[in-house]
């Protein structure tokens, strides 16, 4: 499956983005998809997964209650609103798609074995 990520961008603090990542190349409902992101000299990190049917979901805890991740298995798109963004959410945002059709959310980036190409979120303070 191939995935590009769209939708960064510079945004005040308090502020809100969508992310959106579309696939093509193979069915999209049976992956798992999830969201990571890299701040400047920092680690990759989950920030958010969604099942192959999109019943079960999971946050990293810091952006609970501010994200919202989703996914239309139709258009073959998975989305990440954020809401009241924050400085420290400045990262490169990646999608990234799992082959399973577990009901556990993996978190761990070497679960995935599909990478889209990032797009960069700058929050301003």
């Known amino acids: 499956v191939q995935l590009q990520a769209s939708g960064g961008g510079l945004v005040e603090a308090g502020g809100f983005l969508t992310l959106s990542c579309a696939a093509s190349?193979?069915?999209?409902?049976?992956?798992?998809m999830g969201w990571f992101r890299q701040g400047p000299g920092k680690e990759r990190e989950f920030v958010a997964g969604?099942?192959?049917?999109?019943?079960?979901?999971h946050y990293r805890d810091s952006v609970k209650g501010r994200f919202t991740i989703s996914r239309d298995n139709t258009k073959k798109t998975v989305y990440l609103q954020m809401n009241s963004l924050k400085s420290e959410d400045t990262a490169v945002y990646y999608c990234?798609?799992?082959?399973?059709?577990?009901?556990?959310?993996?978190?761990?980036?070497?679960?995935?074995?599909?990478w889209g190409q990032g797009t960069l979120v700058t929050v301003s303070s």
């Open positions: 969604i099942s192959f049917g999109g019943g079960i979901i």
């Open positions: 190349g193979s069915t999209f409902s049976n992956y798992m």
């Open positions: 990234a798609a799992r082959s399973s059709t577990s009901q556990v959310i993996s978190t761990g980036r070497h679960h995935y074995n599909y």
